[in-house]
């Protein structure tokens, strides 16, 4: 119970944030001017990207936990005294990480390496990975002991943990340096350097996936416990 509070308010602070960013403060950037800006990002994003990215890191290793080893443990224990001989948590938690880090790893690709800067296109392309991540996830892991609690956290906590690496792999790394340039304006008035504006592009693209992610990850997160469409 304990575990589930946490993640719960660790969710509800990282999501809060997120929705905060794509709905309030990106319009909101748009209006102000470099001065106006160099004065803004550094006090009020540091604050707020700290909160944002441990949330993620909270929300993700607490819901971890709690999924492994409150109902994957559990049903893999039920399973094998079912007579599911093979029933293994191992099994469940191997192929939950190795799917949706390579989901990841292509949208990092497309976002980073390949540089798409068309958010429809981005999109396309993150519908298409997450859709094939969930089936091979859901495919990998059916075989007839698995309840829909372990099936639904296993594709919604998969959404999350791309999305945790977005937060880290993407989102603050590009955000730490857009801060530290415009302190340094702000203070010194060195200029901004010309590629601040490819990397907030890219960090925007990563925020915007996620939040669009976000939708789904919620409902199958209350389809775990409140709809019960996959497994047993």
Do not use: C
């Amino acid at each position: 119970m304990i575990l589930r509070w946490i993640h719960f308010l660790a969710g509800i602070t990282w999501i809060g944030l997120l929705y905060f960013f794509n709905l309030v403060n990106v319009p909101f950037m748009k209006e102000m001017d470099s001065a106006s800006k160099a004065k803004i990002i550094p006090s009020m994003m540091s604050r707020a990207l700290w909160w944002f990215r441990w949330g993620a890191v909270v929300t993700v290793l607490v819901g971890l936990a709690y999924w492994g080893n409150g109902i994957v443990g559990i049903d893999a224990s039920n399973g094998r005294g079912a007579g599911y001989a093979g029933a293994s948590a191992g099994h469940v938690m191997g192929t939950f990480f190795l799917i949706w880090t390579i989901v990841f790893a292509v949208m990092y690709a497309a976002i980073m390496v390949v540089k798409i800067n068309k958010g429809p296109v981005l999109g396309v392309i993150v519908a298409i990975v997450v859709a094939a991540g969930a089936y091979l996830f859901l495919d990998f892991n059916n075989h007839g002991w698995e309840s829909n609690r372990l099936l639904s956290i296993g594709v919604g906590g998969g959404m999350g943990w791309v999305m945790m690496l977005n937060v880290w792999g993407i989102i603050w790394r590009m955000n730490k340096k857009i801060i530290a340039w415009n302190k340094d304006f702000a203070n010194n008035g060195t200029p901004i350097p010309p590629q601040a504006a490819a990397m907030g592009r890219m960090g925007f693209l990563a925020s915007r996936a996620n939040a669009w992610l976000s939708i789904f990850m919620l409902f199958f997160m209350g389809a775990a416990s409140h709809y019960p469409m996959l497994g047993r």
